[in-house]
Structure formats: structure tokens, C-alpha cells
């Protein structure tokens, strides 16, 4: 069994005020800004991603071991 680095966000460590509790894990950070960039259009009614937010979302990112 390997063990897989994934880049792991919460909306919850972006907004810890906000009561959306979705999570996305991907293999690169371009990964996960994609996933951002729609989880936000589809959930948050956010057509783009501010700059000061995808900063914000840079820094909570966290890797993570997954088993693979
Ligand atoms: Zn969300």
C-alpha cells in the first residue's frame, strides 16, 4: 500500500463563519484552486474568486498522506 500526498480545503478553514462544510482534496494546489473556483460559482454565488480570497485559500491549504 503507498501513501499519497494530497492538498487537502475546507470551506470552513476559509471561512470559519460560514456553515458550508465542503471539503476538496486534489493532487496539486491548481487542483484544488479550480475546485475552488467552482465550488464557489456553484455554492456561494461567487462568479469569480477575489484575489485576497485565493490568498486566504493558498494559505489554509494542508497536505495530507492518503493511502492509495
Ligand atoms: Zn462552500
Known sequence: MATKQYKQL??????????CAF?????TEDEVMR???EHGKACHKMASIPADMAAKVK??????????
Open 23 to 27: 471539503q476538496i482534496r486534489a493532487e
Open 35 to 37: 475546485l475552488v473556483a
Open 59 to 68: 494559505a489554509a491549504i494542508k497536505t495530507v498522506p492518503v493511502s492509495v
Open 10 to 19: 475546507g470551506c470552513l478553514d476559509v471561512d470559519p463563519s460560514g456553515q
